[in-house]
């Protein structure tokens, strides 16, 4: 049994078949997990959330960001952007059995084996791997509950900046969403700046990457994570393993072996 990390897929099947074909992949033996973004921006959206449902227990998801917008646009009546690529899924007669199948997934995932972590963007600042846990598991709840549609109708937005324990609601939802699924770096209050999208070259002055300062508790345990595709793989220190490598903008998807520390990668999104 082996278990493989693969970076934001974005609606890109061709090179995650590719890859698994390479890795000789078998769901009755071998994982699969996923940081998130599955789909969204790239071809072939539909046949992604297809061929990973089919996957059964092999899969292991955590969402993205884009994944919520899609709950979004399937169940709190939000509407497309110019930019989306999910009119397929929209219209499929299978919708409803995919989207439960999506909502289903946590923000984070913790595999005390494996001692390893998975998130789409990040670890909120501060915090400890138990309140990791507990944040994300609060979004859970609210996601996967009765109240479920409303959340993520009136979950968009940037504020607020900083997490205060005593936030409440759906501020305080917002900001562990924005935390867990579209952080890439910090100003120097600890607030979410979720405006710059480039390489740490470019970090503007008093501005860091979330992953520098991370707590203790994750000194020695890998944190897994995809969203920012201009690290292009690099930047992050060990343990922290970033692995979008923006197959959907013309880069790569990149494959990690969690048991053995191989990676692997396949050409761009076609």
Same mark, same amino acid.
């Given at each position: 049994m082996a278990s493989y990390a693969v970076g934001d897929l974005q609606g890109c099947l061709e090179p995650l078949q590719r890859g698994l074909d390479a890795l000789a992949f078998d769901p009755a033996r071998d994982r699969l997990w996923l940081v998130g973004d599955l789909v969204n921006r790239g071809p072939n959206s539909l046949g992604t959330l297809r061929f990973l449902h089919a996957l059964g227990g092999a899969v292991q998801a955590v969402l993205g960001n884009h994944d919520l917008h899609l709950l979004a646009l399937l169940l709190g009546g939000r509407s497309p952007s110019k930019k989306d690529t999910l009119t397929e899924i929209l219209e499929a007669e299978d919708r409803e059995r995919l989207t439960a199948w999506l909502r289903a997934w946590p923000l984070l995932h913790y595999d005390p084996a494996l001692d390893a972590v998975m998130v789409h963007a990040g670890i909120p600042p501060g915090f400890d791997l138990a309140a990791a846990q507990a944040g994300?598991?609060?979004?859970?709840?609210?996601?996967?509950?009765?109240? #479920?549609?409303?959340? +993520?109708?009136?979950?968009?937005?940037?504020?607020? &900046?900083?997490?205060?324990?005593?936030? $409440? #609601?759906?501020?305080? +939802?917002?900001?562990?969403?924005?935390?867990?699924? &579209?952080?890439?770096?910090?100003?120097? $209050?600890?607030?979410?700046? +979720?405006?710059?999208?480039?390489?740490?070259?470019?970090?503007?002055?008093g501005r860091r990457p979330w992953f520098d300062g991370l707590h203790r508790d994750f000194a020695t345990r890998r944190v897994l994570f995809g969203h920012w595709a201009a690290l292009d793989g690099k930047g992050a220190p060990a343990p922290c393993l970033a692995l979008d490598t923006g197959a959907v903008w013309g880069g790569a998807l990149s494959f990690y072996c969690l048991d053995n520390g191989i990676f692997h990668q396949e050409e761009a999104c076609p």
């Open positions: 994300a598991a609060e979004v859970a709840a609210a996601l996967q509950g009765p109240e #479920g549609p409303a959340f +993520l109708s009136a979950m968009y937005g940037n504020e607020p &900046r900083c997490w205060a324990e005593s936030l $409440d #609601g759906l501020p305080r +939802l917002r900001w562990l969403v924005n935390a867990f699924t &579209r952080m890439r770096v910090l100003d120097a $209050d600890e607030g979410l700046d +979720l405006t710059f999208k480039g390489p740490l070259a470019a970090l503007p002055p």
